[in-house]
């Protein structure tokens, strides 16, 4: 499911919704307004709401359209044609229209040709006046533009209110769309609060504790008047504020009449019993957008406060990282299906691909959701962010929901967005975000409340110690930036392996704001298994750091002595997003590596991920999920090889064999020929094989020295030291799966493998 845009109303809650729109206060007809029954009104009728759920029930599960929640009415209803107007006894004059949708559950309105003097003053409420928007003032608009929030219930009044000192001035209104609202949170009840699938985690659960100031940047946006986007405010090198919001270009409408709710979320981790108060402004201006990396930058226009969104909203511009550096862990801030905000996590280091149709290579971030969360529909155009709390990309599609965690979501990546060749600032990021060209790659975020730092080294993209190695030798990278105002001449990197960070490297430069340097640390060997390391940045100019919540970076890895380099080259028919592939252990029983889906392209897609495998036997299945294999009418069969590093094929499907079916197996050995050692060696032996009690082994030969025993990584978990001809391992001891036992004597070194059940 492509998460494009748009989702449902608000909750039916007790519609006890408390919202800002505006500056605030109550309309000035208060007890002297004429009753609803006197007010002129205009009605729409219900549209054909069965049909409305059929076209949404193709473009849901499609995800070729918005995630619609209302209907959008053509109107035209203005000062002169429609209304009621009431002079007061001071002078003062009253404008006042009803708009009523039947059966509505929310209404909504798009307003233009607005004109408001200093003194008018505009609101939006309905009947019982239990939901205020205003009042809003000319600096509210944007072109003489506004879009409302969403009024609960079947009617909103419009009020216009004119000051007896300004009546011989312009005064203008249109209400040219209204917007009824069909889908709200009351058609998924069962699912608890809200409108979003129960595997979502508030933002302020316990995991999102770290994640407070991203929190305040994140937003849920109204576009097009009838449906929602999440997105995210964003900082630029000049830290002044700029109110500019990054979402997804597939949730671009004209920006004028969008409105951005900021603070709609859960107080603590559990659900509330009605929905939680929050703030809007209303209208933007497009700055950029791209359709390869689905990227859309606009700047909010309405109700600012000294050109920036106002303090009281407790704003916070997140930074951001440009490099394309794979980060280790990602997180995710977002409306699902318009409801409270909600956290994701990814604990696992992202996936660079070309995902979502693009035209572009190395597009999108690929990954898959941990913690049992999840995004949905209404999750477009939120920020991802790296293990560093900066953003790297924007949520373009995927079919991750509740009901398939396991599927993998697409970000359009921000450094495809930054500076593209043939660019320019019409569909880049960089005029934007970096307007004075210092050349900046990261950038921290900024907090309009908080200090500014003048010694802040921070650290970031930990490279050489991530994923699988395939050697004992590994050679770390870290970037260092100064996020401070002061130039940065030195600073201290502690750093180690496995919980130890004893290990130091003094660096000396010199760099400006935002400036970064890449910093090579010396090469560490390591047995094999999995490893951790961590790296500290500290003493800025041999001082204190001001800030040390961006000093350390840490990372996971395996290594992989005398690993084998395994690629698989997979070639598909034009229906990638049905493939996906999994390589596991000759029994099944321990999966190594996976993949798909893929996205559907006209030629077919082709894909060369490569493996590091130690010796031994393995398993490999394609899946279709349509059940055709890799065939279709127009387009190239698929077939693919699997090959080690002196370009052996070990496994093959031909195009002619396409047709598989749901599934097709290959099995395969790697026999260690590309590291010298014998898989079969004659001078000894081992049996049962497979065992579930004791596995013995016989030799023949003379002057052993030792044997050795690893898991399907290769990390060495017995050593045994004996001369004797028959040694008997109690395999009972060992958890099920594939191991390997390397047998040193005097007749060389050999490897076998066995299994236990």
């Not at 017995?718 to 047998?743: C, E, H, V, W």
Request: charged fraction near 15%.
């Amino acid at each position: 499911m492509n998460k494009k845009l748009l989702t449902c109303a608000l909750l039916t809650l007790s519609l006890s919704l408390v919202a800002q729109q505006g500056d605030g206060g109550l309309p000035k007809s208060g007890k002297a307004s004429h009753s609803v029954k006197q007010i002129d009104k205009k009605f729409f009728s219900e549209p054909d709401i069965a049909a409305l759920r059929a076209e949404d029930e193709v473009t849901d599960k499609a995800g070729n359209a918005p995630w619609r929640f209302g209907f959008n009415n053509p109107a035209s209803l203005n000062l002169n044609n429609s209304g009621t107007w009431n002079t007061l006894s001071n002078g003062d004059r009253i404008w006042q229209l009803a708009i009523t949708c039947q059966n509505a559950l929310t209404v909504n309105l798009t307003l233009d040709n607005i004109t408001l003097p200093e003194g008018n003053e505009l609101y939006v409420y309905n009947p019982d006046k239990s939901f205020i928007l205003g009042k809003f003032t000319a600096y509210h608009l944007y072109e003489g533009t506004l879009g409302t929030e969403l009024v609960p219930g079947s009617t909103a009044i419009v009020e216009y209110y004119i000051p007896a000192k300004n009546a011989g001035q312009t005064a203008s209104l249109n209400v040219n769309t209204v917007t009824h609202g069909y889908r709200t949170a009351g058609e998924f009840e069962e699912k608890a609060f809200g409108t979003s699938g129960n595997c979502n985690m508030n933002v302020n659960c316990t995991d999102g504790a770290p994640w407070v100031d991203q929190r305040n940047g994140a937003i849920m946006l109204v576009s097009g008047s009838n449906g929602f986007c999440s997105g995210s405010l964003i900082n630029n090198t000049m830290n002044d504020g700029k109110p500019y919001v990054l979402t997804a270009n597939h949730c671009y409408s004209t920006p004028t009449s969008w409105i951005f709710r900021f603070n709609w979320q859960a107080a603590a981790c559990t659900n509330p019993g009605s929905s939680p108060t929050f703030s809007s402004l209303s209208g933007a201006v497009l700055r950029s957008r791209r359709t390869p990396s689905d990227f859309c930058l606009v700047e909010i226009t309405g109700g600012l406060v000294s050109g920036t969104v106002p303090a009281s909203y407790n704003p916070y511009f997140p930074g951001w990282d440009n490099t394309g550096a794979i980060p280790t862990s990602a997180v995710c801030i977002h409306h699902p299906d318009g409801d409270i905000k909600k956290i994701s996590f990814d604990d696992n280091p992202l996936v660079i691909s070309q995902g979502m149709g693009s035209s572009e290579a190395n597009s999108t971030w690929t990954l898959k959701w941990d913690r049992n969360t999840t995004t949905e529909g209404g999750s477009s155009g939120s920020p991802l962010f790296d293990q560093n709390h900066r953003i790297i990309g924007q949520l373009w599609g995927g079919g991750a929901s509740c009901s398939n965690l396991t599927a993998s979501d697409y970000y359009g990546r921000l450094a495809n967005s930054w500076n593209p060749a043939g660019s320019n600032s019409t569909n880049h990021l960089k005029t934007w975000l970096d307007p004075t060209n210092t050349g900046a790659t990261i950038v921290d975020g900024y907090n309009p409340s908080g200090p500014t730092h003048a010694l802040d080294a921070a650290m970031s993209n930990p490279q050489g110690v991530m994923g699988t190695i395939c050697s004992g030798t590994v050679t770390p990278q870290v970037t260092i930036v100064n996020s401070g105002t002061s130039v940065l001449t030195s600073a201290t990197i502690n750093y180690g392996y496995d919980g130890s960070t004893a290990l130091v490297y003094n660096w000396s430069g010199s760099l400006n704001q935002y400036q970064s340097s890449v910093v090579s640390l010396p090469s560490a060997t390591l047995s094999a298994g999995s490893h951790s390391f961590k790296a500290i940045v500290s003493n800025p100019n041999a001082a204190a750091d001001e800030n040390d919540i961006n000093d350390t970076v840490i990372s996971s890895f395996t290594t992989v002595t005398n690993g084998n380099i395994i690629t698989l080259n997979l070639s598909m028919d034009c229906y990638g997003d049905e493939i996906s592939w999994v390589l596991q252990d000759n029994t099944g029983t321990t999966t190594f590596y996976d993949g798909g889906p893929y996205t559907q392209t006209s030629g077919g897609s082709t894909v060369t991920p490569s493996f590091c495998l130690s010796n031994g036997c393995y398993k490999f299945t394609i899946i279709d999920d349509f059940g055709d294999g890799m065939v279709s009418t127009g387009c190239p069969n698929g077939f693919y090889t699997i090959k080690d590093q002196s370009n052996t094929t070990l496994a093959e499907l031909a195009a002619a064999n396409a047709n598989f079916g749901a599934t097709h197996t290959d099995n395969f050995c790697i026999t260690g020929s590309t590291n010298g050692l014998k898989e079969y060696g004659s001078f000894w032996k081992l049996y049962p094989n497979p065992t579930s009690e004791n596995l013995t082994i016989e030799i023949t030969s003379e002057g052993l020295k030792s044997i050795d025993i690893t898991n399907a990584t290769g990390q060495i978990i017995q050593t045994i030291q004996s001369d004797q001809n028959a040694i008997t391992i109690p395999a009972s001891t060992l958890a099920k799966g594939m191991y390997f036992i390397r047998l040193t004597s005097n007749d060389g070194t050999s490897q076998k493998s066995f299994i236990v059940k």
